[in-house]
Antibody, heavy 116, light 108 residues
Framework: EVQLVESGGGLVQPGGSLRLSCAAS????????MSWVRQAPGKGLEWVSF????????YYADSVKGRFIISRDNSKNTLYLQMNSLRAEDTAVFYC?????????WGQGTLVTVSS | EIVLTQSPGTLSLSPGERATLSCRASQSVSSSYLGWYQQKPGQAPRLLIY???SRATGIPDRFSGNGSGTDFTLTISRLEPEDFALYYC?????????FGRGTKLEIK
């Protein structure tokens, strides 16, 4: 059974940092490009970042470029999102996902709240 | 940056009716890299269509996707009660891999 389990969310002050993790199981993790997608409360989906299966290629939304870093450890089947200089507008549920088709895998989401 | 515009914002229909949702891109998107997702309250999104017209694993054949270039459509041929949800399109042709703002499909 395929599973993606996120962790690392929580409450952080503006300007602070958090690192999200996404532990993958049930599929060949290193063969799959992955993304982080977020959803602010009551809002739509926002793509955040992409990483290729090898980790050689990474892309970011303009809203997080220079503040967030996506990475992966294929030996541990884990995806990461290092989030720095957090702002109130980063408050959202963050999902890790592999949704390119024909199958799609999503985590349950982890809530990040940026507030003083 | 490719901006995706979904219309209508809200679609009110009855079970059994046909739903047509639109996704228009600000510049051409390769059909290979256009997806449609369904999201219900409190749940993660679910992929319905990838490559503009291919149904994802386990998706009923009442869902179909079409289009090319800048105009894409998701059609639900006969609405079931469980189809009333939010629908998003996404392009992953060029970074940033933008989503549309979504169409809410509600029961009339």
């Amino acid at each position: 059974e395929v599973q993606l389990v996120e962790s690392g969310g929580g409450l952080v002050q503006p300007g602070g940092s958090l690192r999200l993790s996404c532990a993958a199981s049930g599929f060949t993790f290193s063969s799959h490009a992955m993304s982080w997608v977020r959803q602010a409360p009551g809002k739509g989906l926002e793509w955040v970042s992409f990483i290729s299966g090898s980790g050689d290629s990474t892309y970011y939304a303009d809203s997080v470029k220079g503040r967030f870093i996506i990475s992966r450890d294929n030996s541990k089947n884990t995806l990461y999102l290092q989030m720095n200089s957090l702002r109130a507008e980063d408050t959202a549920v963050f999902y890790c996902a592999e949704a390119w088709g024909p199958s799609d895998y999503w985590g349950q989401g982890t809530l990040v709240t940026v507030s003083s | 940056e490719i901006v995706l515009t979904q219309s209508p914002g809200t679609l009110s229909l009855s079970p059994g009716e046909r739903a047509t949702l639109s996704c228009r891109a600000s510049q051409s998107v390769s059909s290979s890299y256009l997806g449609w997702y369904q999201q219900k309250p409190g749940q993660a999104p679910r992929l319905l269509i990838y490559g503009a017209s291919s149904r994802a694993t386990g998706i009923p054949d009442r869902f179909s996707g079409n289009g090319s270039g800048t105009d894409f459509t998701l059609t639900i041929s006969r609405l079931e009660p469980e189809d009333f949800a939010l629908y998003y399109c996404q392009q992953y042709d060029s970074s940033p891999y933008s989503f549309g703002r979504g169409t809410k499909l509600e029961i009339k």
